[in-house]
């Protein structure tokens, strides 16, 4: 099994920057496909960026361009770099990991945009 810890959240304010971290432990790292999704108050949880055991990467397109996903295999860690911030990127961010069979998530941590 994997067990993923994020880190990294907090508060910011607009057109501020954070660095989430997502320790993975218990598994294969390198075989899995990283992600992190992000569920705002009163809204469905989405995926934000993942980048595969390939280092392909995709990003949802409120995101693309002010956010970059990268990995680490040597410290089994995912990142996701967060710039030029906005309100609506408010949410509890969850890093994921998948592969063909198995999804694991993290507990969440709690980004907050504001003034």
């Known amino acids: 099994q994997v067990q993923l810890v994020e880190s990294g959240g907090g508060l910011v304010q607009p057109g501020g920057s954070l660095r989430l971290s997502c320790a993975a432990s218990g598994s294969i790292f390198s075989t899995f496909t990283m992600g992190w999704y992000r569920q705002a108050p009163g809204k469905q949880r989405e995926l934000v960026a993942q980048i595969t055991r390939g280092d392909i990467t995709n990003y949802a397109t409120s995101v693309k361009g002010r956010f970059t996903i990268s990995r680490d295999y040597a410290k089994n860690t995912v990142y996701l770099q967060m710039n030029s911030l906005k309100l609506e990127d408010t949410a509890v961010y969850y890093c994921?990991?998948?592969?063909?069979?198995?999804?694991?998530w993290g507990q969440g941590t709690q980004v907050t945009v504001s003034l």
């Open positions: 994921n990991a998948q592969n063909i069979i198995a999804r694991y």
